[in-house]
């Protein structure tokens, strides 16, 4: 056999068997890529995503998308050629799999934590929007969660309303643990509360609960990295009663990421006239109560996902603006914002042509 015919031989055999090991070894990264872009003023699966009864709506137009990233699941393992080519690839992103998946988080745990995130998302939504229209919606602080083998498991249940902790009254969820850690860990801690069912019960007849419960725990010392304190084993949340329904249909996304798309939505749908000015509008960013955005993860794909959609401006979270202006989609604008206020405001120039005055993400 000719030397350059056994070279090329060898050569392609070698290829071969490299290609091979790349597909059988495994790495721990995960890959992000874009996901879908749903307009929230438009229908998804058949129906609106929006669906507001008991309260005026008005006829709308334009864009204004929430956006998604795909990622691996918890429990697909990557190989190397997987890896290098999401590595080259333009529209996705490999990044170590405990970054997605920290602690050894399964996908059941992790599909469960982004439905719950996804749920207080469409609330505090719901919130922040009517906030902003001046519409009242009476809210009380509930246990959101009781921990396994916690002192409070079988004590306190998910949806009880806490009036208050030792006698102080409750405002806000942050104030349980405050009250908590008063304590040493073996003390006992009373919790006064409206349980689940008769709060489900009050709010059908549209009447305030009026039967309460004292609770009584023995605190326990915390196990997590932080200080060790007293606690009982829940984690606090806030719900919420509306003048009116509103419903939030979109199936299969999860994650607190949607919450300022969907309260902007609500907000068009709920005034005259087109927030857009007709414009194809996506974006991004978690929201709370008053109206505040946070940073979300995956920001490139997200602007990668928008353009490709056909998005012409994202409003985009003060924190991701650096990230995200690193690699921009061409024709797209990223408008920063941090409030509810300030995407009002974006969009209200951009329906006046004031696109010079817009607040632009920059790289640094």
């Known amino acids: 056999m000719p030397r350059r015919t056994a070279t090329m031989l060898a050569s392609t055999l070698m290829l071969i068997a490299l290609l091979c090991a790349g597909v059988f070894i495994k790495v721990p990264y995960s890959e992000l890529s874009p996901g879908p872009t749903v307009n929230t003023l438009g229908d998804h699966g058949g129906e609106p995503v929006l669906q507001i009864s008991g309260r005026k709506t008005y006829p709308t137009s334009g864009h204004l998308n929430m956006t998604t990233v795909r990622v691996t699941s918890a429990d697909y393992k990557m190989n190397i050629v997987e890896a290098v080519y999401g590595w080259l690839a333009h529209d996705a992103k490999v ?5 997605l998946y920290p ?3 399964t996908e059941e745990q992790s599909t469960q934590e ?3 995130e996804f749920s207080q998302s469409q609330e505090s939504a719901k ?3 009517l906030k902003e229209l001046h519409v009242p919606v009476q809210s009380w602080v509930i246990v959101s969660t009781v921990v396994k083998d916690s002192p409070a498991e079988g004590r306190l249940h998910a949806g009880d309303v806490i009036k208050d902790v030792d006698g102080t009254a409750v405002k806000a969820p942050d104030d349980v643990a405050k009250l908590v850690t008063r304590h040493k860990p073996g003390e006992k801690v009373v919790f006064t509360i409206v349980p689940a069912k008769e709060q489900a019960a009050a709010e059908k007849a549209n009447k305030p609960a009026t039967k309460t419960e004292k609770i009584t725990i023995t605190t326990r010392t915390s196990e997590d990295d932080g200080a060790k304190r007293a606690i ?3 984690a606090a949340g806030t719900d919420h009663t509306f003048p009116f329904t509103i419903d939030i249909k979109l199936a299969d996304v999860g994650g607190p990421s949607a919450g ?4 902007l939505g609500i907000y068009d749908k709920l005034t005259p006239g087109s927030l857009t000015g007709g414009k194809f509008v996506a974006g991004t960013g978690t929201i709370d109560d008053d109206g505040k955005v946070g940073p979300i993860g995956g920001i490139e ?8 959609k056909g998005a012409q401006y994202f409003l985009t979270p003060a924190d991701n603006c650096a990230a995200a202006a690193k690699d921009t ?16 405001g974006a969009l209200k120039d951009l329906r006046e042509g004031k696109t010079s005055d817009l607040p632009k993400c920059t790289k640094s």
Not at 329 to 344: C, F, W
């Open 114 to 116: 982004n439905a719950e």
């Open 329 to 344: 989609p061409s024709g797209l604008t990223l408008i920063k914002v941090n409030t509810i206020d300030d995407a009002l």
């Open 127 to 129: 919130v922040a929007a």
């Open 103 to 105: 602690d050894g988080k």
């Open 232 to 234: 009982v084993g829940i």
């Open 95 to 99: 990044v170590p799999h405990d970054t």
């Open 301 to 308: 794909m997200k602007t990668v996902g928008a353009r490709d």
């Open 260 to 263: 300022l798309m969907f309260a």
